[in-house]
């Protein structure tokens, strides 16, 4: 599928019957021609071969230099949107006719929290500044003319929903570089996972800071409630932490609390209705 509004070479692609592609979950460089999808049989090229290519020295840099990080999770206050961050990091080497591929996966819970994937970058030749990554089954996809030039930094920023992250989360990069010219620079794909401990308690904390401060902002503009009663869910909310199901328990006490405060509105208008209609016998 073409991208509209980039180069026929951006194409986006992802599995028509699974969220999760062969490389997911993997810390793995294939030795192959781009697919996101197909196992790397027909259309691989063993290293083997390759190491006898006249830059095979970049194969091992391939294999030990790409890396895939979590950076931040960040808050709009004007959009109310969450934002996180993350960096691909791949050595930039030169090449001929060269195209490039970027993938991303995310265990199920966070696929379906995310969207709007883009990826920046800042020093790649061929490379739209910002690019959008197209979501189909949960895998984001885009690619483009490389020219001379390959790897580098790439940053992705993406909308998330709040969403806890388990044990059980991990988010998988996929990048690829591929010719039709070969003999010369390795065809790679070299798949990175970031796994719960390289970012779920980063992102937890980050993600419960936050909604405790738009709960106590929602919970403080209520008119109707009693100090009392403000005090009462604020402890609630100060009782939250990242050990319990704090996205859905912040958002209970949140409704809890305005239902009590349009409860009281509502006894409040009843009572002066009452009033006004007794005054008037």
Not at 133 to 159: I, R
Request: hydrophobic content about 30%; proline content about 4%; overall charge negative.
């Amino acid at each position: 599928m073409t991208l509209p509004g980039f180069p026929t070479a951006i194409k986006a692609s992802a599995d028509d019957s699974t969220s999760s592609p062969f490389w997911f979950g993997q810390n793995q460089t294939y030795f192959q021609h781009y697919s996101a999808l197909t196992l790397p049989t027909s259309n691989s090229i063993p290293e083997s071969v390759q190491s006898k290519w006249s830059n095979a020295s970049e194969i091992n840099q391939e294999k030990t230099q790409n890396t895939f990080a979590y950076k931040s999770l960040t808050y709009d206050s004007t959009t109310k949107k969450f934002t996180m961050t993350l960096e691909y990091n791949s050595p930039a080497l030169k090449g001929e006719g060269r195209k490039s591929y970027f993938d991303l996966a995310f265990s199920q819970s966070m696929s379906s929290k995310t969207s709007d994937v883009h990826l920046l970058t800042s020093s790649i030749k061929g490379a739209a500044p910002d690019t959008t990554l197209e979501a189909k089954n949960g895998v984001f996809s885009s690619g483009f003319d490389a020219g001379q030039q390959l790897g580098g930094l790439y940053t992705l920023k993406m909308t998330i929903d709040p969403v806890k992250i388990l044990s059980s989360d991990e988010m998988t990069g996929m990048y690829s570089s591929d010719t039709d010219t070969t003999g010369y620079h390795p065809i790679f794909q070299a798949a990175r996972t970031v796994g719960y401990n390289d970012f779920g308690p980063q992102f937890n904390d980050a993600l419960l800071a936050q909604l405790k401060i738009n709960s106590k902002g929602t919970i403080s503009s209520l008119d109707n409630l009693t100090p009392d009663q403000k005090s009462g869910y604020n402890n609630q909310i100060d009782g939250e932490n990242t050990n319990k199901d704090f996205v859905n328990d912040l958002n209970k006490i949140t409704n809890d609390a305005t239902d009590a405060d349009k409860k009281a509105a509502c006894s409040y208008a009843d009572k002066m209705d009452r009033f006004y209609a007794s005054s008037t016998v």
